[in-house]
């Protein structure tokens, strides 16, 4: 029983950073093959994963990360609820 709270609480409320770096979600057709207006909506979206992987990188480093310790995916709720407040700031 103290095991499986102690795993739920480190679920919950385990270290913030490292973060993992967010996938890329952008896919579909190459651009070329894109209307204009589908373009711009494609160049924007890139231009916003950009600039969110920027941010947990400098966050990372900040922080004093290597590369190599950073998880490939949220390991606990604050990791979770600090990529989606980075994601609608």
């Given at each position: 029983?103290?095991?499986?709270?102690?795993?739920?609480?480190?679920?919950?409320?385990?270290?913030?950073?490292?973060?993992?770096?967010?996938?890329?979600?952008?896919?579909?057709?190459?651009?070329?093959y894109?209307?204009?207006?589908?373009?711009?909506?494609?160049?924007?979206?890139?231009?916003?994963?950009?600039?969110?992987?920027?941010?947990?990188?400098?966050?990372?480093?900040?922080?004093?990360?290597?590369?190599?310790?950073?998880?490939?995916?949220?390991?606990?709720?604050?990791?979770?609820?600090?990529?989606?407040?980075?994601f609608?700031?």
């Open positions: 029983m103290a095991d499986a709270d102690d795993r739920a609480s480190t679920q919950r409320f385990g270290d913030l950073l490292p973060l993992p770096l967010p996938p890329s979600v952008c896919g579909g057709l190459p651009i070329e894109l209307t204009r207006t589908g373009r711009r909506r494609r160049l924007r979206h890139l231009s916003f994963e950009r600039q969110v992987a920027e941010s947990v990188f400098a966050l990372n480093t900040l922080a004093g990360h290597s590369q190599d310790t950073w998880p490939t995916h949220p390991l606990n709720e604050a990791q979770r609820s600090s990529l989606r407040l980075i609608t700031a």
